[in-house]
């Protein structure tokens, strides 16, 4: 059983930036492939971005390519997604997600363990 718990949302003007953090409540993190989804009011969770266990490969939704940045250090069992020219499209609240198991990365299904989400306000 894994706990992830995020952190760092808040309320940002378009072409801010935001740090998101999540945290990992493992022995073996980097076992885990991590990815951050998001989901907006009246809408289907989505994927944002992922990064391998090895920290070799990171995909990106074609909506935050060239903005956003995944990240991880194995050593302090955290993921990051840094979020630079932030719009107001981007407002979402944000998960943070963890497989071992290997998995299509773009799907929610794919993941097993979720944190609670961290809301992500972008005002125009």
């Known amino acids: 059983q894994v706990q992830l718990v995020e952190s760092g949302g808040g309320l940002v003007q378009a072409g801010g930036s935001l740090r998101l953090s999540c945290a990992a409540s493992?022995?073996?993190?980097?076992?885990?492939?991590m990815g951050w989804f998001r989901q907006a009011p009246g809408k289907e969770r989505e994927f944002v971005a992922t990064?391998?266990?090895?920290?070799?490969?990171?995909y990106y939704a074609d909506s935050v390519k060239g903005r956003f940045t995944i990240s991880r250090d194995n050593a302090k069992n955290t993921v990051y997604l840094q979020m630079n020219s932030l719009k107001p499209e981007d407002t979402a609240v944000y998960y943070c997600?963890?497989?071992?198991?290997?998995?299509?990365?773009?799907?929610?299904?794919?993941?097993?363990?979720w944190g609670q989400g961290t809301q992500v306000t972008v005002s125009s």
């Open positions: 990064i391998s266990r090895s920290d070799v490969s990171t």
């Open positions: 493992t022995r073996t993190f980097n076992s885990y492939a």
């Open positions: 997600a963890a497989e071992q198991r290997s998995g299509t990365y773009y799907l929610v299904s794919s993941y097993r363990y």
